[in-house]
């Protein structure tokens, strides 16, 4: 049964890497540009694919979003994303989430001065709210990621050198319950007066 659970696994990850993907893909083609918007397309894909069974999983999700003062409410936390996954199965149960920061930077390009000052800042607000705190770094060729610790402890400015994570494994690591704080909730989300979130729910299928 752990085999199974485990392949359930990869084929969610999979299903998130596909929303990345045409969330990724909407950016390359100029539908949308700035990184907040990519942010609602992305949220959106994720939040259509996990409405089905995927393997033995039956998922359900639900989008979290504020209505008010999201540059205020970003500052306060440095990130302007929440994912919450909670899975309940005979053979593992968890709710946990992780903060994430978004930047879109292409390939090779050098971040200014300014604003690598200002994601490090970012990445140290989070760090000081929970250790499973990531960037997400939007591409016009895909997505990459990589812990805020990672990015505070890079010294290039170049950011997707320093995104270690494909969105894959990204997923693939928060399903298997190997990263995750069970301290950040949907239920914490007013608290952190996050802009956007995400929560997605995982039992096993009748």
Not at 67 to 73: D, E, K, S
Request: neutral net charge.
């Amino acid at each position: 049964m752990e085999d199974r659970l485990e392949e359930a696994f990869r084929q969610a990850a999979h299903a998130a890497d596909c929303a990345v993907s045409a969330a990724m893909e909407k950016y390359a083609s100029g539908h949308v540009t700035d990184e907040d918007d990519i942010t609602g397309v992305l949220i959106g894909r994720l939040d259509s694919a996990f409405d089905e069974n995927i393997g033995d999983v039956n998922w359900s999700s639900s989008v979290l979003r504020h209505r008010r003062g999201v540059a205020a409410q970003e500052k306060k936390a440095g990130a302007d994303m929440l994912i919450h996954v909670s899975i309940k199965t005979p053979q593992l149960t968890y709710s946990k989430g992780v903060l994430i920061q978004s930047k879109r930077v292409d390939d090779g390009v050098e971040m200014t001065v300014g604003g690598h000052k200002e994601l490090l800042s970012q990445c140290d607000k989070m760090l000081d709210i929970t250790p499973d705190s990531f960037v997400f770094n939007y591409t016009k060729s895909g997505m990459r990621c990589a812990s805020a610790n990672r990015i505070v402890g890079a010294s290039s400015r170049i950011l997707n050198d320093s995104c270690n994570l494909t969105s894959y494994r990204f997923f693939l690591e928060l399903f298997r319950c190997t990263t995750g704080d069970r301290r950040i909730t949907s239920a914490k989300f007013d608290d952190l007066q996050i802009p956007r979130g995400i929560a997605i729910k995982g039992t096993i299928g009748q």
